[in-house]
């Protein structure tokens, strides 16, 4: 049976076809641009492009997006056409094509200004159940994204899941003062803390997603590296989080002495 991977081009998209085709199993890559594991190029903001590419199809995992650092070279339309309506399109067609099963690759960036408590309050610690309070185009358009899947699951009865993931791209951070301060592979590792996962780890939650949706039929998780601290920690964290990592990891101080 055949699974079609959007967003065969980018990280997670060529991760999974490569363990797709190294495991034998039959996968379908698509993108906009041409790679070594993209079958069809196309957009999924083209109807009739995902009507053609879902041929055959019994799994969809939906990792093609606009993510955040397309926010400074896209405009809104872009995020909604991409984010919103090439995941409409794909629904639509695997409903009409019987799919049985089909992840989107969500983000915990979603969550937004609720990963941010207010002055004095505790760190937030952040489950499946936190309320999501989008602060930018990106954020809005995976959460209602993310509606639409749920939407289908509902109404169409369409196995779906969706699993908002932490960070797991190579590049370096967006943020100009953490790329001075840390080298790109310094600052993902204090993430794992946090705020990161494995892109391997990733990859084994899209096809275990995959795997178990029909039995699940509608889910929304988050996979991020198991982090070292507990509920009891959030006020201490938020007030001197190096103490808290000195005190699960010692000697941690010394390296960034």
Not at 38 to 49: E, K, L, P, Y
Not at 200 to 210: G, P, R, W, Y
């Amino acid at each position: 049976m055949t699974i079609l991977v959007t967003g065969s081009a980018g990280h997670l998209g060529e991760a999974l076809m490569r363990t797709l085709r190294a495991e034998g199993r039959w996968a379908r890559g698509i993108d906009i641009k041409p790679s070594a594991f993209t079958d069809v190029v196309g957009s999924i903001g083209d109807r009739a492009f995902v009507k053609q590419a879902m041929s055959g199809v019994r799994h969809v995992i939906h990792a093609a997006t606009l993510h955040k650092p397309h926010v400074a070279t896209h405009g809104n339309r872009d995020f909604l056409d991409t984010n919103v309506g090439g995941t409409l399109n794909l629904l639509e067609e695997a409903v009409a094509s019987g799919v049985s099963s089909f992840v989107f690759t969500s983000t915990t960036s979603a969550f937004g200004a609720a990963l941010t408590p207010a002055a004095g309050e505790p760190a937030a610690w952040v489950t499946e159940d936190v309320l999501p309070l989008a602060k930018n185009i990106y954020g809005v358009t995976k959460l209602a994204a993310e509606g639409v899947c749920e939407l289908f699951a509902r109404k169409s009865r369409l196995p779906v899941v969706i699993l908002r993931t932490s960070r797991f791209f190579p590049e370096t951070d967006d943020d100009p003062d953490i790329r001075s301060r840390y080298s790109a592979e310094n600052a993902q590792a204090n993430e794992l803390l946090h705020r990161r996962v494995d892109i391997s780890d990733v990859v084994a939650a899209h096809l275990l997603a995959l795997e178990r949706a029909p039995a699940i039929g509608f889910g929304r998780y988050i996979v991020s590296a198991t982090t070292p601290f507990s509920s009891g920690d959030l006020a201490e964290l938020r007030n001197d989080a190096p103490v808290v990592v000195e005190r699960l990891f010692p000697g941690a101080g010394a390296l960034y002495a």
